[in-house]
């Protein structure tokens, strides 16, 4: 009868733990389904998993976590960028080449060649994180235009304040019972 421990999603099991499974289905004394209740493993899957490693050697310690380091790649300036794109196309775009000679990542190369492809401009490269809000216009129609944009913020925000004064002051006048009264608000 085939009986599955039920264990939490994230259980994690010792070094000792594995080890121990491993040598045991290897040893041939146990069947996997005896392995699996005794050392209270999830499935069988899990079980080839550490065997696959262990045959490997590379069932360690690294392996008795599932913890993963993110590996941030290194910092590239304007420049660098523009120097790996366009050794990128002159070397008929052989990103991994790139990547390696200049030790970024292959997507990085790729990204960028991509982006200098599409508008042909190296100021595409550049990394405006942040820095879009304070951009001077370039020619009078998008001066004009931010002009228009920043007129209708004043004139939305004007119109939320007066429709916040006249609510305020309908519930001010709810309080009031009569509509001579002097305690009564003005329009």
């Known amino acids: 009868m085939y009986t599955k421990y039920f264990t939490l999603p994230n259980h994690r099991y010792t070094l000792q733990t594995k080890r121990s499974a491993v040598k045991a289905y290897l040893s041939g004394t146990l069947s996997g389904q005896a392995i699996l209740n005794r050392y209270q493993i999830r499935s069988l899957s899990q079980l080839h998993q550490w065997i696959v490693r262990y045959n490997s050697g590379q069932l360690s310690v690294a392996y008795a976590t599932r913890k993963r380091a993110r590996k941030v790649g290194r910092k590239v300036t304007f420049e660098e960028k523009r120097q790996i794109t366009q050794?990128?196309?002159d070397h008929e775009y052989n990103y991994q080449a790139a990547a390696e000679?200049?030790?970024v990542s292959y997507q990085?190369?790729?990204s960028w060649v991509r982006?200098?492809?599409?508008?042909?401009?190296w100021e595409s490269l550049q990394d405006n994180?942040?820095?879009h809000k304070g951009k001077t216009p370039t020619n009078e129609v998008e001066r004009l235009r931010q002009e228009v944009r920043q007129l209708k913020?004043?004139?939305k925000e004007r119109e939320v304040q007066i429709a916040f004064a006249?609510?305020?002051v309908e519930i001010h006048n709810r309080e009031v019972e009569r509509p001579d009264d002097i305690k009564r608000f003005r329009k």
């Open 87 to 89: 050794w990128t196309i």
């Open 101 to 103: 000679k200049f030790n």
């Open 108 to 110: 990085r190369v790729y």
């Open 115 to 121: 982006k200098y492809q599409r508008t042909h401009d």
């Open 129 to 131: 994180r942040g820095r």
């Open 153 to 155: 913020a004043k004139a």
């Open 166 to 168: 006249k609510k305020l």
